[in-house]
């Protein structure tokens, strides 16, 4: 660390990497005029949005430390937005919080002579309360007593905080110390290319699968031969605490049946090399493969937007592939739980609204939605030249639809459309059910349609 205004080299630190940028964090005497210039400065921590200001309305100096740091704390308090109101200290059953869809951002009523209230706007949600602010006063601070800025030594350790009202925290007892003799700068070097790519795997067996993927792809990233890091995670179980160097051979704790999802990482400076570990994601879809399905949840209960807009995107999604069968399944609702039935359902004529579009589409498949709720089967008369994926099994019901009972339905679909285009299915994904339960239930779908 060197005094502010000295251009100095890097001690005891090697660097063989491109340096992008440096940046200074500079102090925020003078930074008052003009004002909204020199806040624009990128060099400028967060809490100067909040100091600056102060130092100008005030004409506080240089060394006022009492009041620097109560304008510091101020800006510490503030910087990180709707936290402080609520937004970060939330979570139900232990911290409730209200109305946090229309959180409000914080305000800070500071006056000349050092007092501190933190509030939000009226008819706003969120809370200001003892709790909020304590919590967001300790966010990244490592030394209570020394949080170093630019400006001031600010010392928080025999702050007291007071609810003076709804919404209303005082806070009192900051202590200045003068600034410190050196300014902290960060220095970012270029580090290359970093590249990404993830897929999901659900219902029964899905933690086994998403393994057997993660072995495939450090398999196949051993051949590419390079020492870049890559990192492999399993959505679901470690990824976050986990570190760079997360084992991922012994889930035992871990439900098999789930949804889960895998992720692989890496960084380096050959940037084919990166693509390269992303296009070994992409191979797991794309190898052999016949079948291609988007899931559009939102085409039945936005019928209107899908015909406007909607069915072209699919399409464009779409462009350029010809050797496979390109398929859509259109939801029809969501149950949060098994068992559930009391959840949206689009409406029954949004099928009807969408097949001219579908038929005229270059979609070959379409698949709905009938098992947890029928639709008129004329319906599937719309359709002279798609084949329909027809749902004939309760995705979120634990009754087992009885075989008889699953091929009545197939054969009243049989009076509206032609056997070859008619497939049999769950109405969608089978995430809900146990895997036991899952294999009952397609067991009794096979035997159902096997001989029609």
């Not at 007071?162 to 600034?179: F, H, M």
């Not at 939801?331 to 039935?341: L, M």
């Amino acid at each position: 660390m060197y005094p502010p205004g000295q251009i100095y080299p890097l001690q005891n630190r090697t660097i063989d990497q491109a340096v992008a940028c440096v940046s200074l964090l500079r102090n925020n005497i003078g930074l008052e005029t003009p004002l909204m210039l020199d806040l624009a400065c990128p060099e400028d921590p967060n809490i100067a949005l909040t100091l600056a200001p102060l130092i100008k309305e005030f004409k506080w100096h240089e060394d006022d430390w009492q009041n620097l740091a109560t304008g510091t704390m101020a800006g510490h308090l503030l910087e990180c937005g709707g936290q402080v109101t609520g937004a970060y200290f939330a979570d139900p059953g232990y911290k409730d919080v209200p109305d946090l869809a229309n959180v409000g951002f914080p305000i800070a009523e500071v006056s000349n002579d050092g007092s501190l209230i933190i509030t939000k706007a009226e008819n706003t949600g969120g809370i200001v309360s003892a709790q909020t602010v304590k919590e967001q006063l300790l966010y990244e601070i490592h030394d209570p007593e020394n949080y170093f800025t630019a400006d001031v030594i600010l010392d928080i350790s025999k702050v007291r905080v007071a609810e003076v009202g709804p919404d209303r925290v005082k806070v009192l007892g900051a202590n200045g110390k003068p600034r410190p003799g050196t300014l902290k700068a960060t220095v970012s070097i270029d580090g290359g290319w970093m590249g990404e790519a993830e897929m999901s795997y659900a219902g029964p067996n899905a933690l086994k699968r998403a393994q057997l993927a993660i072995d495939v792809l450090k398999s196949r990233c051993r051949d590419i031969g390079t020492n870049n890091p890559i990192r492999y995670d399993i959505v679901g179980t470690m990824s976050v605490h986990s570190g760079d160097h997360e084992d991922n051979t012994n889930l035992s704790k871990y439900s098999d049946d789930g949804d889960y999802r895998i992720r692989i990482a890496t960084c380096g400076h050959d940037k084919e090399i990166v693509e390269r570990v992303n296009q070994e994601v992409l191979s797991l879809a794309n190898a052999g493969c016949k079948y291609i399905q988007i899931d559009e949840p939102l085409f039945a209960r936005k019928s209107k937007e899908a015909l406007e807009f909607g069915i072209d995107n699919i399409e464009r999604c779409f462009h350029g592939i010809d050797d496979c069968d390109k398929i859509v399944h259109i939801c029809c609702g969501y149950p949060d739980k098994i068992d559930s039935t009391d959840y949206p359902k689009a409406p029954l004529s949004s099928y009807f609204n969408l097949a001219d579009a579908l038929e005229a589409s270059c979609i070959d498949t379409i698949s709905i939605e009938d098992a947890h709720r029928y639709n008129d089967l004329k319906l599937l008369e719309k359709y002279k030249t798609k084949k329909i994926i027809f749902g004939l099994l309760k995705i979120a019901s634990s009754q087992i639809e009885d075989i008889d009972m699953i091929r009545s339905r197939a054969l009243d679909c049989l009076n509206h459309i032609d056997k070859d285009r008619l497939i049999a299915a769950p109405d969608c994904g089978l995430g809900y059910l146990s895997r036991e339960l899952a294999i009952k239930k397609l067991t009794n779908l096979c035997k159902a349609v096997e001989d029609i």
